[in-house]
């Protein structure tokens, strides 16, 4: 049986795993922050409230599937699973080294209960769908997420699946586009215009749900209504602010593909980084003032 | 000779000429009928590429991708994770050459079990041109790791082809030509995926060959046979390469031929050269299209133009042993 989080059990849960992804990026010198911040509280609400799993049997046939189409925000994702209970938190300061089973990007070689392998972008749709066409065939119950960033909207490949999924009613399938306006040359509508993404997903003949990337109640019922919607296969669109929770990230490209410890013009120094954000995380910005040092 | 040849199959104007993907699309729809998780994806191409065969009898089963083949690799994958078998089916070009990375990413590095069956591989392709004629596929199949490469040497190993595949491991490349050609096997020859085929003995050259050429070479060592006695070997896998028969062959002739439907750079024939470099370096000729593009034209002209016909291939041959 799930435990039954409450919502502040799950907000706490967010920022713990914030802490932790801040944590495993300095042990490993290397590694995407703003993303995996920004999707803190998407994979809490999966992992501890949405998804039908197991820790226990990662292998069990009636799961959810959970794939991940950018591969790069798998901090967040390794240490949701950690706290879930998939494998110890001691694995999280192995991350992108030698010998471990937490790759830079995620392999289903090292861990299955990560469904696919993934890193290169504008692939993940496309499994899902073969994931959610299997499931049709076998009449199967659960429901497949496929997890997406909006920059990965520039691969034609998604646009394929995209279009393959409205043909064949793929109505157990469910994405979610962590929609945060950055790529790692800068903003996504410079580097190439992505909107208006909820008319395109519209007139590709998916049901779309524009969803706050950030309050976990209305994350939880919006996957909720997701997977009641019948006709069709379901997009919501999560915007979330890049790099949550640190101020010094948020909202800003730079911060994309490099972890705490970087030197960057106009950002704390480099071996001050880690530590701000921590105590930031701790004390939701100074908010918490009993959590001061 | 424990292989068993079409009746007067030497005699090209008296044994029956039909296309590998005639055999490649039948032997999947037989295949469908017994094994209920396989899947075939289609991409535009059904009817030339055969997948239509299976289609027709299993519309449930078939999945139509359009035009969007990247699409079609990243849907076979997510059905093997499912515990499906896919068969993805289009032209060698789209199959391998178009979706490459999202085949090393989604499918070799996971090591899923996918089937890709082409048509329309080498020059044999005719007169659609350059862009159709594949002549890299099993160049850049054979460097992903894990992948098994089948080139089989007719409608009837193209046949049995399909059928093994289903229970190898890992992802494996079928390769098929469009144009009808000799079908100098039968049903009841053996095939054997990974195991080389000694189709004639002979003491003083090995010849090795996959696909329509085999062919060629068997007639070969049959017009020359009072001159020089040549062994040829059907080496319809080229990955996992049966390097024990290779070696031995080798071994005994000290000279070895590769003639091949493909860019003579990364097929087969360089699978052959790398392997004997490092064990039982001989002089060799490595036959093929020589690292060039060609152009539209009937195949039977393309062949004569880029000596993969009999006679061209045969010509090469006798100039490798003036000099060896």
């Given at each position: 049986m799930q435990k039954q989080?409450?919502?502040?059990?799950?907000?706490?849960?967010?920022?713990?795993?914030?802490?932790?992804?801040?944590?495993?990026?300095?042990?490993?010198?290397?590694?995407?922050?703003?993303?995996?911040?920004?999707?803190?509280?998407?994979?809490?609400?999966?992992?501890?409230?949405?998804?039908?799993?197991?820790?226990?049997?990662?292998?069990?046939?009636?799961?959810?599937?959970?794939?991940?189409?950018?591969?790069?925000?798998?901090?967040?994702?390794?240490?949701?699973?950690?706290?879930?209970?998939?494998?110890?938190?001691?694995?999280?300061?192995?991350?992108?080294?030698?010998?471990?089973?937490?790759?830079?990007?995620?392999?289903?070689?090292?861990?299955?209960?990560?469904?696919?392998?993934?890193?290169?972008?504008?692939?993940?749709?496309?499994?899902?769908?073969?994931?959610?066409?299997?499931?049709?065939?076998?009449?199967?119950?659960?429901?497949?997420?496929?997890?997406?960033?909006?920059?990965?909207?520039?691969?034609?490949?998604?646009?394929?699946?995209?279009?393959?999924?409205?043909k064949y009613r793929l109505n157990n399938l469910t994405c979610i586009i962590d929609r945060n306006n950055i790529q790692i040359d800068g903003y996504t509508e410079d580097i190439?215009?992505?909107?208006?993404?909820?008319?395109?997903?519209?007139?590709?003949?998916?049901?779309?749900?524009?969803?706050?990337?950030?309050?976990?109640?209305?994350?939880?019922?919006?996957?909720?209504?997701?997977?009641?919607?019948?006709?069709?296969?379901?997009?919501?669109?999560a915007h979330t602010i890049p790099g949550k929770g640190v101020s010094f990230m948020e909202k800003d490209y730079k911060w994309h593909g490099v972890p705490p410890g970087t030197d960057i013009p106009g950002e704390p120094p480099k071996a001050e980084q880690a530590k701000i954000a921590l105590r930031e995380l701790r004390t939701l910005q100074g908010k918490i003032e009993s959590e001061l040092d | 000779m424990n292989y068993y040849f079409a009746k007067h199959y030497l005699n090209e104007t008296k044994v029956e000429w039909k296309p590998m993907r005639d055999g490649a699309g039948i032997g999947m729809a037989e295949l469908g009928e017994t094994k209920k998780d396989m899947v075939v994806l289609g991409a535009d191409t059904t009817e030339s590429s055969r997948a239509h065969y299976f289609a027709q009898k299993f519309p449930e089963r078939f999945i139509q991708v359009g035009v969007a083949e990247q699409n079609m690799i990243g849907i076979a994958a997510g059905l093997s994770y499912q515990g499906k078998v896919p068969y993805a089916v289009t032209y060698a070009a789209f199959l391998i050459g178009r979706p490459w990375e999202p085949i090393r990413t989604t499918i070799a590095y996971p090591e899923r079990h996918v089937v890709f069956v082409s048509s329309h591989a080498g020059l044999a392709t005719g007169p659609d041109g350059p862009t159709h004629q594949m002549t890299e596929d099993i160049a850049i199949t054979r460097c992903l790791p894990g992948f098994t490469v089948i080139a089989p040497c007719d409608f009837e190993q193209a046949r049995k082809a399909v059928k093994a595949a289903y229970s190898l491991k890992g992802p494996v490349y079928i390769r098929n030509c469009r144009e009808k050609t000799p079908v100098f096997t039968t049903d009841k020859t053996p095939f054997e995926v990974g195991k080389a085929q000694i189709l004639r003995e002979g003491k003083d050259v090995t010849v090795i060959?996959?696909?329509?050429?085999?062919?060629?070479?068997?007639?070969?060592?049959?017009?020359?046979?009072?001159?020089?006695?040549?062994?040829?070997?059907?080496?319809?896998?080229?990955?996992?390469?049966?390097?024990?028969?290779?070696?031995?062959?080798?071994?005994?002739?000290?000279?070895?031929?590769?003639?091949?439907?493909?860019?003579?750079?990364?097929?087969?024939?360089?699978?052959?050269?790398?392997?004997?470099?490092?064990?039982?370096?001989?002089?060799?000729?490595?036959?093929?299209?020589?690292?060039?593009?060609?152009?539209?034209?009937?195949?039977?002209?393309?062949?004569?133009?880029?000596?993969?016909?009999?006679?061209?291939?045969?010509?090469?041959?006798?100039?490798?042993?003036?000099k060896v």
């Open positions: 989080y409450s919502l502040k059990e799950l907000e706490k849960k967010a920022n713990e795993i914030r802490q932790d992804i801040i944590k495993m990026l300095v042990v490993a010198g290397s590694g995407h922050s703003a993303g995996p911040l920004g999707m803190a509280d998407i994979f809490t609400a999966l992992y501890f409230k949405v998804l039908r799993h197991d820790p226990k049997r990662p292998n069990w046939k009636e799961r959810d599937r959970l794939i991940l189409s950018n591969g790069h925000i798998c901090p967040v994702r390794y240490t949701a699973m950690a706290h879930a209970g998939y494998f110890s938190k001691n694995w999280l300061s192995t991350f992108r080294t030698i010998g471990s089973k937490l790759e830079g990007h995620p392999s289903f070689k090292k861990i299955s209960a990560l469904e696919t392998t993934s890193g290169p972008l504008g692939e993940g749709l496309s499994e899902a769908c073969g994931f959610a066409l299997a499931a049709k065939i076998d009449k199967a119950t659960y429901h497949i997420w496929c997890l997406l960033s909006d920059g990965e909207h520039q691969e034609g490949m998604t646009w394929e699946a995209a279009m393959l999924a409205s190439m215009p992505l909107e208006p993404l909820r008319e395109k997903y519209e007139a590709f003949g998916w049901h779309v749900i524009d969803m706050n990337g950030h309050d976990i109640q209305e994350i939880i019922s919006t996957l909720e209504e997701a997977k009641a919607v019948a006709e069709k296969p379901v997009c919501i669109i | 060959g996959h696909g329509y050429m085999v062919y060629w070479l068997l007639q070969i060592a049959e017009e020359l046979k009072k001159k020089i006695s040549i062994e040829v070997i059907n080496l319809h896998t080229i990955k996992p390469l049966d390097g024990k028969t290779i070696l031995q062959s080798t071994k005994k002739t000290k000279r070895v031929f590769c003639a091949e439907d493909h860019n003579v750079i990364g097929g087969m024939g360089s699978a052959v050269a790398e392997f004997l470099s490092e064990t039982y370096p001989v002089p060799m000729k490595l036959h093929g299209v020589y690292d060039t593009f060609a152009e539209s034209g009937s195949v039977k002209d393309l062949w004569k133009k880029y000596g993969l016909d009999k006679e061209g291939t045969k010509k090469v041959l006798l100039e490798f042993l003036k």
